[in-house]
């Protein structure tokens, strides 16, 4: 499966209708980043590196990790980011390393909890990608690439502060309706109120 990922990837990433429209960060990214207690972040699935070079860009150091070898070619040698291919099936997130971690329409259900435990005390993890709903009439066929309503609040919230959670519908560029998943969340640490995260 992970070698169909790759060559379905490459071919995505070489087409230059999908660079253009992949070259924008999410407002997400834009708007929540600067939550982050520290500035080493990890970009899951970067694509052509649109949050990794945001991040870049405003002081953090990133690694961006996808399986597509075409996707991270064009990101190497890119100041302050680290370009990486990765299979995330055997791959494995080191433990307490960024402050910052980065999911974009990826979704992997193995990787929730490694997330978290990549996480250094206080990070971020943001997080945007497709929601099931009946009303979806542009969004992946394959229902294991689809979050549930309410699945990332049923997973985060033991282990995280949820900040910003947010499931909506809305009208892609072409006209479609979809249905939509945000998270914003916070790794506990017990050191830090409320009031300390937000003055």
Request: glycine share 6%; aromatic share 10%.
């Amino acid at each position: 499966m992970a070698e169909e990922d790759k060559v379905r990837w490459n071919k995505k990433y070489e087409d230059p209708e999908t660079a253009q429209s992949l070259s924008e960060p999410l407002q997400l990214i834009q708007d929540y980043s600067r939550l982050s207690p520290g500035k080493r972040a990890l970009d899951i699935a970067c694509g052509l590196g649109r949050h990794s070079k945001f991040l870049a860009d405003n002081g953090f150091e990133v690694d961006a990790l996808d399986i597509s070898s075409v996707a991270i070619s064009k990101l190497q040698g890119t100041p302050h980011i680290t370009a990486k291919e990765v299979d995330f099936d055997s791959y494995v997130l080191p433990k307490e390393k960024y402050d910052l971690i980065v999911c974009a329409y990826f979704l992997k259900r193995s990787l929730f909890m490694p997330m978290i435990e990549a996480l250094t005390p206080n990070g971020i993890i943001l997080m945007e990608t497709f929601l099931h709903g009946p009303g979806n009439e542009r969004a992946p066929s394959n229902p294991a690439f689809l979050l549930n309503e309410g699945e990332l609040e049923g997973v985060f919230d033991d282990k995280c502060e949820l900040l910003h959670i947010r499931e909506y519908e809305e009208r892609d560029s072409q006209g479609y309706k979809t249905m939509k998943a945000q998270m914003v969340a916070r790794k506990k640490s017990g050191g830090m109120s409320d009031d300390d995260f937000w003055a």
